[in-house]
């Protein structure tokens, strides 16, 4: 799947957690942040917010090349580059914000993972955490739409990642030798009938992320469709924040 469809995939989803990401950015002093790091930048949708909040270019980094040559053309005030925190840590950098958002939950082994992010603070520096989701707690109404969740989860454990993550924030910051105040971060939505387009673009997204069928796909789209009409459509889906210190 192309870059720029990922992109439209996250600058939604960026949407839907806005208000929890403006709290967190005051409680984490973003304005006053001189060496902001954004790990896992995606399209650098939050890397521009982070910019955008502390006057200052952000370095934004991602494993995919692909990703952070769309990032650069999109949002040019930040730095860029293509790699992960061990090739950080290899370069000697050093960060007083370091900042993830649903990034743990795709992680093998999320315990040593925490522990090198850790390695690039500086003293007195602190991990955000924006995002990190439970789907096993996730809600969909009616009950129509109760397997949804299934399809994400699924998708995340055959790539290795937990779809749980959430759940284990608090116990892996604290193993990992953080002091956190782990909050929720909680994605709750009443979709309107004028949303329909967006959440059809999403489906097809995951339709071609996750590979479910067409039947599938034309299945979720006339019971949401329709659930949306009648004002009974509703998500209630768990996703995790934190502020951390060493």
């Known amino acids: 799947m192309d870059a720029e469809r990922f ?12 208000p929890s990401r403006r709290y967190l950015f005051r409680k984490a002093g973003v304005a006053g ?8 930048c995606g399209s650098g949708v939050i890397a521009e917010e ?24 999109l949002y040019p005030g930040n730095e860029y580059l293509a790699g992960d925190e061990r090739r950080l840590l290899r370069q000697g950098r050093r960060f007083d914000l370091v900042v993830i958002s649903f990034v743990l939950l795709w992680q093998r082994r999320p315990l040593p993972f925490l522990k090198r992010l850790r390695g690039l603070l500086d003293e ?32 995340i454990r055959r790539q290795g990642g937990d779809p749980c993550v959430g759940r284990r924030l608090a116990s892996l910051l604290r193993r990992a030798g953080f002091r956190a105040q782990v909050e929720l ?8 009938p004028e949303t329909n387009g967006d959440w059809e673009r999403e489906w097809r997204f995951w339709k071609d992320l996750a590979g479910f069928s067409e039947a599938t796909l034309r299945r979720i789209l006339r019971r ?8 009974e459509r509703m998500v209630l889906f768990p ?3 934190a502020l951390a210190r060493p």
Request: net charge positive; aromatic share 8%.
């Open 33 to 40: 942040r001189r060496r902001i790091l954004d790990l896992g």
């Open 124 to 155: 007195g520096g602190a991990l955000l955490v924006l995002a990190e989701p439970d789907y096993g707690c996730r809600v969909d109404q009616p009950d129509g739409l109760a397997f949804l969740g299934g399809i994400f989860a699924g998708h």
């Open 224 to 231: 949401e469709k329709s659930a949306i009409a009648r004002h």
């Open 185 to 192: 971060a909680s994605f709750l939505d009443f979709p309107r």
């Open 239 to 241: 996703v995790f924040c």
């Open 7 to 18: 992109h439209e995939h996250y600058r939604l989803q960026a949407s839907w957690l806005a």
């Open 50 to 73: 982070l910019r955008l909040a502390s006057g200052r270019p952000v370095l934004a980094v991602d494993r995919d090349p692909e990703m952070t040559e769309l990032a650069r053309r």
